[in-house]
Structure formats: C-alpha cells, structure tokens
C-alpha cells in the first residue's frame, strides 16, 4: 500500500491510499483536469520521511522522481 498527500499551496493534503503506483496512475486518469499537481507518496510500512518519493501529474503523465513514468 501506498499512502498518497497532495501538495496544494503550502499545505499537505491526504488523498488516500493506493495498492500500487499504477493504481494511483489509473486514479489520476479518471479526473485529469482536477487531478493535476505534485503529489507526494509514502510506502505504508515506513514512518521515515527519506522513504518519500515526488510524483508529478501533469494530465497526461505520472512521473515518479525515483522510477520515471508510470
């Protein structure tokens, strides 16, 4: 599982949790024009912040800072 927060001005805000990267692709492709902007993604079973990971969706593409497009 993967824990989902979107970055909204300054602010974190929870969007929920994913079983994969390419669930929360598909999610993203649902709702394209509301769900553009950079999310931040943290795997379940790590409380380290060093474990979380900046995914950009910009309509199209989910591009993961770690793994590229997902």
Same mark, same amino acid.
Do not use: H
């Given at each position: 599982?993967?824990?989902?927060?979107?970055?909204?001005?300054?602010?974190?805000?929870?969007?929920?949790?994913?079983?994969?990267?390419?669930?929360?692709?598909?999610?993203?492709?649902?709702?394209?024009?509301?769900?553009?902007?950079?999310?931040?993604?943290?795997? $379940?079973?790590?409380?380290?912040?060093? $474990?979380?990971?900046?995914?950009?969706?910009?309509?199209?593409?989910?591009?993961?800072?770690?793994?590229?497009?997902?």
């Amino acid at each position: 599982m993967i824990k989902i927060a979107k970055l909204v001005g300054d602010e974190m805000i929870k969007v929920g949790n994913f079983k994969s990267f390419v669930a929360f692709a598909n999610w993203c492709d649902e709702n394209p024009e509301e769900n553009i902007g950079t999310y931040y993604t943290m795997p $379940s079973r790590c409380a380290s912040l060093a $474990s979380m990971q900046k995914v950009e969706y910009d309509g199209v593409f989910c591009t993961a800072e770690r793994r590229g497009n997902i």
